[in-house]
């Protein structure tokens, strides 16, 4: 049975509870599953124990959002079963305020154009405070603005060149943030090294200390995967693999079900292996 090492919940920018993803990874029949929100590990309290009462193996894991600065995109840092949450904490809540300053002002936008207020926003928000922009395209579809979630109309607000709304986020360093992460005693992976072609961070990822690579996930390209491949053999890295699943408030792009991509049990045993070893 295989592992899908990189999953969405509510806490963050996942339509679904934590309780929902994980009843549906049981019926899927996978032997683990791996909640990783951006940026917050607030699913960890309700996940693990529900996976042991449902008889599923719940990994705990984050996924940090930064940037790139030399190069300009975003590079995303999967980090699991974290030891010293202290480490991380400062990191974590340095980008979620960096995201709600930004995503406040561009609500602050929309409402002068459509009367959506920060209350019909903030109810689709879940206990972790997360708050991103598909949170204001939720509300905007309630109001009967939109019939979808990415549609046109997120587009002419949102859309990072010419969106009437969009304000960028402020974006923590890679590599800074890698410093915060190398002192967490979790278990460091590189996720989706062809999403905003941030595989041309990977090297610099290495030498940094990543301790793995994503490799099976629905936007790696094989050309990377063959990439990936090599500076895994020649680096002794990990290799895992996740479906990066959102439910419903996934792009298009996105749309995947659940287990669509997975780790095997060999890399599952490596990643269990290391995890250990990092104690």
Not at 111 to 118: A, D, G, V
Not at 160 to 174: A, I, L, N, W
Not at 209 to 238: C, M, S, V, Y
Request: aromatic share 6%; with cysteine; charged share 25%.
């Amino acid at each position: 049975m295989a592992a899908d090492m990189h999953c969405h919940t509510n806490r963050s920018d996942g339509s679904d509870s934590p309780e929902y993803v994980i009843r549906l990874a049981r019926q899927l029949g996978l032997s683990a599953l791996a909640i990783t929100d951006h940026d917050t590990y607030a699913a960890d309290c309700d996940a693990e124990g529900l996976g042991k009462k449902l008889g599923i193996r719940v990994i705990n894991g984050v996924e940090c959002s930064t940037f790139d600065h030399v190069r300009g995109h975003k590079v995303h840092i999967l980090c699991y079963n974290i030891k010293h949450r202290d480490a991380v904490d400062e990191l974590l809540a340095t980008i979620t305020r960096n995201r709600t300053e930004a995503t406040l002002r561009m609500l602050e936008k929309v409402s002068r154009l459509y009367p959506i207020t920060e209350e019909m926003v903030m109810e689709n928000v879940s206990d972790s405070g997360f708050i991103g922009k598909q949170h204001i395209s939720l509300a905007l579809m309630k109001a009967g603005y939109s019939s979808e979630m990415y549609g046109d109309l997120y587009r002419t607000l949102f859309n990072r060149r010419t969106g009437s709304c969009h304000v960028p986020v402020r974006q923590v360093d890679s590599l800074e943030a890698m410093k915060y992460l190398r002192e967490s005693g979790g278990v460091i992976v590189m996720a989706h090294p062809s999403v905003y072609n941030s595989i041309t961070t990977m090297s610099d990822l290495i030498h940094a200390g990543i301790h793995g690579i994503e490799i099976h996930h629905p936007r790696n390209t094989q050309e990377h995967k063959a990439i990936i491949r090599q500076a895994a053999a020649d680096n002794g890295l990990l290799l895992t693999g996740g479906t990066d699943f959102h439910g419903y408030f996934a792009e298009e792009i996105q749309r995947h079900p659940l287990g669509s991509f997975t780790a095997s049990d060999e890399m599952l045993a490596r990643f269990d292996e290391l995890s250990e070893r990092l104690r």
